[in-house]
Every structure is written in C-alpha cells, then in structure tokens.
C-alpha cells in the first residue's frame, strides 16, 4: 500500500506542546517570532509567499496564536481584521495553497483551523459563559466554571471508487461549475468506522457495492475543519452505478486514454491542484503520460 503525499499534509513544523502550557517561554517565544497575519480570509503574501512579521511590527487588538518551531524558530499568527499591508497582498488559502512551500503550508493550513474555530466557538456550550483563548490559542478556556474547550475537527472520506477493469468513477454535483467531475466524499456519521462510511457513501451517492478498500492517506482541509481520510474503493457491479440524483446528478467512467481526451476536449474538469481527490486521479492515472491540466475549479 502507497501512501499518498497530499499537498496540504506537507507540514515541517513541530507543535512543541511544552511551550503552550508555559506563559513565559510563550512570551519570550513571541517577542523574537516570525509571525503571519490571517485577516479572517486570506494570508497577508509577499512574492508568493507568506510574509513573515516581528513583534514590534503588531499594534491594535487581536489574537496570538502559537503554531510551533522549525529550524530554531518560533512560529506564531496574528489575527485580526485590520490589514497590515495592501488589500491585494492577502490571498485565500484555496487560492495559494497549491503554492506554498512545505513550511508556509504547515502554518496556513493549522492558523486558519484554529482561527475559525475561534470565531465560530466564542461560548461554553456547558454554562453559556464566554471563551477566550488559553494555551497559546490551542485551546479555549470558559471564563465562568474554567471548562477546557479543544478544536473540532470533522472526519470525512473521500473515496476514488475503481472497477476490475481499473477504470474509476467520478460524478458531479449541482452546485459544481459546468464540467467539473470529481470524486465521492461524505462525512463519517456518529457510531460509524471509516470503513462502514466508505461502503454507505459509495452506494448512497453512486448505487455500487463495495468488495475491497485501500487506505490512501490524510489531509486537513480547513474549509472550516474536516479531515479527508482517502480511500480507493473496488466494486463488482460497475453496471449498477447510477448518481442519487440529489446531491449527484451525473456519474462518468474513465479509463487513463478517455480521462485525457476530455480533459483536452474541455468536457471535464478536475478538482483542485491541493485537493485530496485530485492527487487520487493523478496517482491512479500516472506520472509518466501527457499532463491532465484543467483549470482551477472550485464549488460555486
């Protein structure tokens, strides 16, 4: 089994948990930190790369959030809504995610989970209490009865579904631009394996019924929080494939010579470079044959 190198799972650096517990060598962490600035939906970039503040460059109010070390160096974001540099210099992560180097990859892709859940968690669901950041931002902490909150994060699976023949079905949904075909994900249900959710999406969405699965690899995807867990899925009864007609409305059969031809017929467009089931395809179809280049799609 070959796991995946996934473009969002490129991280070089390490948490180091120990200096979130300690407020002083939070401090002194800081105040020599490269530091970058999330505004709420996009990254503050210098040449195509994440820009890196000092301390003394922050003013005003915001949160500080601990992300690690690398190479010596500590790693910290800035979050606020004022902008620091020029309207145009702040890019989505969905954006430049595909571009970033393994370092700036790690620290967008963990600063941006955890400042969403920030946002969207100001209020302990056990006392109604509000919640302020505790641990370096790590976690939140309820200013009432002290009840620890932790980041949610969401498990999906995505599946490349295969047949004996080992040609892969790919369907579309009505809120995709026109053309664009992927592969089939959902989220894992309360009480439910990876595996189980493999099997009922897979026959939910595309009809077919599994008889062999393949774990492929991880990724987060900080669209706000989930977890892409990739599987490849075998199944016998390729005949029966059909979409729901609710959330799929059109399934397609490839073999690696058609997938080409209506990539350059502009009949099919794939999902995103730093997409999980875009490096599915490109892994089943092969390094070695003419490129499969469509445009960067995402939902509407």
Avoid at 36 to 58: T, V
Avoid at 214 to 239: H, K, T
Wanted: aromatic share 8%; net charge negative; with cysteine.
């Amino acid at each position: 089994m070959k796991i995946l190198n996934l473009p969002l799972s490129r991280s070089v650096v390490d948490r180091a948990a120990h200096v979130r517990t300690d407020p002083a060598a939070l401090e002194a962490a800081w105040s020599k930190a490269k530091i970058i600035h999330f505004n709420g939906e996009g990254f503050l970039l210098e040449s195509g790369a994440l820009r890196y503040l000092s301390a003394q460059e922050i003013a005003g109010s915001g949160e500080r959030i601990f992300l690690g070390e690398h190479a010596g160096d500590s790693y910290f974001m800035w979050c606020a809504a004022l902008n620091i540099g020029a309207e145009d210099q702040y890019q989505t992560l969905r954006a430049i995610g595909h571009t970033l180097s393994d370092l700036d990859i790690g620290l967008a892709v963990h600063g941006q989970a955890i400042a969403l859940w920030h946002h969207q968690t100001p209020l302990c669901s056990s006392c109604g209490s509000a919640l302020v950041p505790a641990q370096g931002g790590a976690t939140r902490k309820c200013v009432g009865e002290g009840h620890e909150h932790f980041p949610r994060t969401d498990p999906a699976i995505i599946v490349l579904i295969k047949d004996h023949s080992d040609r892969i079905l790919l369907g579309r949904q009505k809120v995709w631009p026109e053309h664009r075909f992927s592969t089939f994900a959902g989220f894992v249900e309360s009480g439910e394996s990876i595996e189980q959710c493999v099997v009922r999406e897979v026959f939910e969405e595309a009809g077919v019924a599994v008889d062999g699965i393949n774990y492929l690899g991880s990724q987060p995807w900080p669209f706000p929080r989930s977890l892409m867990i990739a599987c490849e899925a075998s199944i016998v009864d390729p005949a029966n494939a059909r979409p729901d007609g609710e959330e799929i409305e059109e399934i397609r059969w490839f073999d690696r010579d058609s997938i080409y031809a209506a990539v350059q017929e502009e009949t099919l467009l794939l999902p995103p470079a730093m997409s999980v089931a875009r490096a599915m395809i490109q892994a089943w179809y092969g390094e070695d044959r003419p490129e499969l280049s469509t445009a960067e799609t995402w939902r509407n």
